[in-house]
C-alpha cells in the first residue's frame, strides 16, 4: 500500500523554486531518510505532506487522499520549531492530543513520559529546552499513525537522546506505517532507515535502499552523501 | 548498546553473521527460540525490515526456521551447525594466513608461529 | 471538533479575564460598600481604581481579541493548529465566538459594575425587581428586539473579523507584521470612510422616488417596512462579514506563512 504518493510536486515561494517536479513513492513499513543540505526542499516537502503548505503545481497523495482533514487525522508531524502555548502543563497537552486525535495512545505517552523522568504536572514554559523536545516527539509517537514525518529529530540533542529517538522509532516500527525522517546526522541514522532520499535544490538526485547502496557502490549513505554534495 | 557495524558493508549481510556467530559458538543452542525481531532489531538498533532480511538469509541456509505461531527457532539439525561452524572457521583462516601471506609468512610458519605463541592471560 | 477547540480558547483565555472581571465586579461592590462612611477617601479610591479596571477590561479584551489570532495561528502554536485534523472554518470561528463571547461579557460586567456603584440604592432594587417581573411584550416588539440584536451582534462579528483579516493579509509579508496588519486595518478604516463619503454624496443627487407600488406599501405597512430594512441591514452587514471571513480563511488556508 503506497502511504505517500507525489507527481511533479512542484512549490514555488515567489520567485524562488523551494521544490521542483518531485516524483515521490513511499510504501508502507518504510522508514524512509530525507538527506540534503540547507535550504534543498526537505521542510518545505514535510510541510506540504501535512498540509501547512499548498502544492504550486503537482499532486499530492497521502494513503491516496489528498491533504485535507482526512489526511491530517493519519499524519503525524514533528517540526523543527516547539510549538506549545505557555499556559499548559504536560499533561494537558496528552489530553489535547487525546481530544483531537483518534490514533492518540495515551497510556503510551504516559509511559514514555515517565521513561525520561518528566512530570505530567510540570508547567510546559518551565521545561529546559532539551525536555520540552522530548515532549514533543513523544506526542507525536504516541499516535499510531500512518506517515509520520520527522523534521530533523536528533538535530540539537545529546547522544543519549539521539539513541533513545532512534530506538523509539524502531519500537514503534508498524508495517502498515511510514516514517520520513529530515536529517543532517546520517550516520547515526542509517542503521535505521530501508531507503534513502537525496534532496538538491528542490529536486531529487537519488532515491534508493540503503543495502542497494552499500552493495553497489560499496560505501556507507554517509560516505556517498558527501560525495554527491561535495562543496 | 547498539551494535556496532562497518559503513561499507551491507548491514543485513552483517547482522546474519552476527547472528550465525551467536548460534555456532552456543549462545543460540540448536532448537532455542530467537527473540523476536521486534525485539533483536531494538537491541541492536536496526530498522526491523533489515534485521527480517537477515533472518531469511539465514532461514534459507537451513540455519533457522520460523514456525507460524511460536516464532523462530534455531534448527535443531547439529550436522547444519556444525558444518556452518567449520565453514565460519575456515573463512577466517583463510583471513589469517592471507595476513600472514602479507607479512611474509607461509603455512609452516604461521603453523610454528601458533604452537610457540604463549595463550595470551585472559 | 469546534466544541474542543473552543474550550481550549476559552481556558487559554479565561485565566486572565475570570480574575480581572472578578477584581473589576468585586471592587465595584466594596466600593458601593464604601460610599456609605463619612470619610471621602476610600469611596474615592474605590472608584479610581473601578474606572481604572473598566478601562483596564476594554483594553484586555482587545488585545486578547488580537493577540490570541496572532500567536495560535500565525506563531509557531500555528504548527500545533493547522496540522489538527479540523477545517480551517472551524478554526476561525472557535476564535470568534470565544472573544465574541468575552467581548459581550465585558459589556455586561462592566455594565454591572457601574450600575452597582451608580445607581441609588431604591433604583437599583427597582431596576433588578423590574428584570425579575420581566413579561413577554407583543410578537411585533420580540422580533423588532431579535432584529436588532442580531444586527448588533453580527457587526461585532464583523468588528473581530476585520482585525482577523487585516492580520492574516500581513502574511503576505515576512517581517514588521505587527505594524504591516495595523497600516492595513486603518487603510481599511479610511477606504470604508471614502466609500460612505462617495455613497452618501451620489444618495443625496439622485433624484429618489420610490415606485408607486413600493411607496403604498411603505404606508400602509410601516412595521413591515422596518422588519424589512432591520433584515437588508442584517444582510448587509452578514455579507461585509463573510467577506472578512473568506479572505482570512483564504490566507490560513492556502498561503499560510508561519514564522
Known amino acids: 500500500m503506497t502511504i505517500l504518493r507525489t507527481s511533479n510536486l512542484t512549490k514555488l515561494f515567489g520567485k524562488t523554486l523551494a521544490l521542483h517536479g518531485v516524483d515521490l513513492n513511499v510504501e508502507a513499513g518504510r522508514v524512509v531518510g530525507l538527506l540534503g543540505p540547507n535550504g534543498s526542499g526537505k521542510t518545505t516537502l514535510m510541510k506540504l505532506c501535512n498540509g501547512l503548505l499548498t502544492p504550486s503545481a503537482g499532486e499530492i497523495r497521502i494513503a491516496d487522499m489528498r491533504p485535507g482533514v482526512a489526511t491530517k487525522a493519519i499524519v503525524s508531524y514533528l517540526p523543527e520549531v516547539s510549538w506549545f502555548n505557555d499556559w499548559m502543563k504536560v499533561q494537558d497537552m496528552l489530553d489535547f492530543f487525546s481530544d483531537f486525535y483518534q490514533d492518540f495512545d495515551a497510556a503510551k505517552a504516559a509511559d514514555m513520559l515517565k521513561a525520561l523522568s518528566i512530570e505530567p504536572s510540570a508547567q510546559i514554559k518551565a521545561l529546559s529546552k532539551g525536555t520540552k523536545e522530548k515532549v514533543q516527539l513523544i506526542l507525536v509517537m504516541a499516535r499510531k499513525a500512518k506517515l509520520y514525518l520527522l523534521d530533523e529529530p536528533i538535530g540539537g540533542v545529546d547522544p543519549a537522546v539521539r539513541d533513545y529517538i532512534l530506538s523509539t522509532i524502531i519500537k514503534n516500527y508498524n508495517p502498515e506505517a511510514s516514517v520520513i525522517i529530515s536529517t543532517h546526522l546520517i550516520a547515526d541514522v542509517e542503521p535505521v532507515l530501508d531507503e534513502v532520499i537525496f534532496l538538491k535544490e528542490g529536486e531529487i538526485v537519488l532515491h534508493e535502499d540503503v543495502d542497494t547502496i552499500r552493495e553497489e557502490k560499496g560505501m556507507s549513505v554517509d560516505k556517498l552523501f558527501r560525495e554527491v554534495f561535495k562543496c | 548498546m547498539a551494535w556496532q557495524f562497518d559503513t561499507d558493508r551491507p548491514i543485513y549481510k552483517q547482522l546474519r553473521e552476527r547472528i550465525l556467530l551467536q548460534i555456532v559458538s552456543g549462545t543460540y543452542g540448536a532448537g532455542a527460540q530467537l527473540p523476536t525481531v521486534r525485539e533483536l532489531a531494538e537491541e541492536a538498533a536496526v530498522n526491523p525490515n533489515t534485521l527480517q532480511k537477515a533472518l531469511m538469509e539465514l532461514e534459507r541456509d537451513g540455519l533457522v526456521y520460523t514456525q507460524r505461531t511460536s516464532g523462530r527457532f534455531v534448527t535443531e539439525d547439529e550436522a547444519v551447525i556444525r558444518k556452518a561452524k567449520n565453514d565460519l572457521a575456515k573463512e577466517q583462516i583463510d583471513l589469517f594466513l592471507q595476513k600472514m601471506a602479507a607479512i611474509g609468512y607461509d603455512r609452516q610458519d604461521a603453523a610454528v608461529l601458533i604452537q610457540t605463541t604463549k595463550e595470551r592471560k585472559q | 471538533m469546534l466544541g474542543k477547540l473552543m474550550k481550549y480558547e476559552f481556558k487559554a483565555t479565561g485565566r486572565i479575564f475570570l480574575p480581572l472581571f472578578s477584581a473589576l465586579l468585586i471592587v465595584s461592590a466594596v ?202 441591514t442584517l444582510l448587509a452587514v452578514a455579507a461585509v462579514g463573510a467577506v472578512f471571513f473568506a479572505v482570512t480563511r483564504h490566507m490560513l488556508k492556502n498561503r499560510l506563512n508561519l514564522q
Open chain 3, 31 to 232: 466600593t458601593r460598600l464604601l460610599s456609605g462612611l463619612q470619610a471621602q477617601a476610600p469611596h474615592i479610591i474605590g472608584i479610581t481604581s473601578a474606572a481604572m479596571l473598566i478601562a483596564a477590561a476594554f483594553v484586555i479584551t482587545l488585545i486578547l481579541t488580537i493577540q490570541r489570532f496572532y500567536k495560535n495561528f500565525m506563531s509557531s502554536e500555528g504548527y500545533l493548529m493547522f496540522t489538527l485534523p479540523v477545517t480551517t472554518d472551524r478554526l476561525i470561528w472557535s476564535k470568534l465566538l470565544v472573544a465574541a463571547a468575552w467581548n459581550i461579557i465585558c459589556l455586561l460586567a462592566v455594565s454591572l459594575s457601574v450600575s452597582i456603584m451608580a445607581m441609588p440604592g431604591n433604583e437599583l432594587k427597582a431596576l433588578l425587581q423590574s428584570i425579575a417581573e420581566f413579561r413577554l411584550p407583543t410578537a411585533d416588539y420580540v422580533f423588532y428586539m431579535i432584529e436588532l440584536s442580531a444586527v448588533v451582534l453580527v457587526t461585532m462579528l464583523d468588528g473581530i473579523l476585520s482585525l482577523y483579516a487585516c492580520m492574516a493579509l500581513s502574511m503576505l509579508f515576512n517581517k514588521h507584521r505587527v505594524s504591516i496588519s495595523f497600516g492595513i486595518y486603518v487603510g481599511m478604516i479610511i477606504l470604508f470612510q471614502i466609500l460612505a463619503v462617495i455613497a452618501a454624496s451620489i444618495a443625496v443627487h439622485l433624484d429618489f422616488t420610490f415606485p408607486n407600488g413600493l411607496s403604498v406599501f411603505i404606508n400602509t405597512h410601516p412595521n413591515g417596512t422596518l422588519h424589512a430594512l432591520l433584515l437588508l
